[in-house]
Nanobody, 116 residues
Framework: QVQLVESGGGLVQAGGSLRLSCTASGRTFSVYTMGWFRQAPGREREFVASINWRGGSISYADSVKGRFTISRDNAKKMVYLQMNSLKFEDTAVYYC?????????WGQGTQVTVSS
């Protein structure tokens, strides 16, 4: 079992940037796909990005392509989400998750608020 803790959220103006970090503890990290999701008030949690264990397979939601970049450092047990050109609609709680058979081991989330 892995425990995930997100950090790096905050308040930023539209057009700005933030870098989210996800710290993992536990042994089962490096071999599994990791991902970022987000949930805005009144909306379902949605997929943002994922990266496989070697970093060779990366996926993004259409809404963030070209603006967000996911990366990982297996030695440090970290996953990152670099968010550029932020928009008001990016405002949400961002969660880190691990996929074994399904997505799980959700962290507590970090709030990202983009002011227009």
């Amino acid at each position: 079992q892995v425990q995930l803790v997100e950090s790096g959220g905050g308040l930023v103006q539209a057009g700005g940037s933030l870098r989210l970090s996800c710290t993992a503890s536990g042994r089962t990290f490096s071999v599994y796909t990791m991902g970022w999701f987000r949930q805005a008030p009144g909306r379902e949690r949605e997929f943002v990005a994922s990266i496989n264990w070697r970093g060779g397979s990366i996926s993004y939601a259409d809404s963030v392509k070209g603006r967000f970049t996911i990366s990982r450092d297996n030695a440090k047990k970290m996953v990152y989400l670099q968010m550029n050109s932020l928009k008001f609609e990016d405002t949400a709680v961002y969660y880190c998750a691990q996929r074994i058979t399904t997505w799980g081991s959700w962290g507590q989330g970090t709030q990202v608020t983009v002011s227009s």
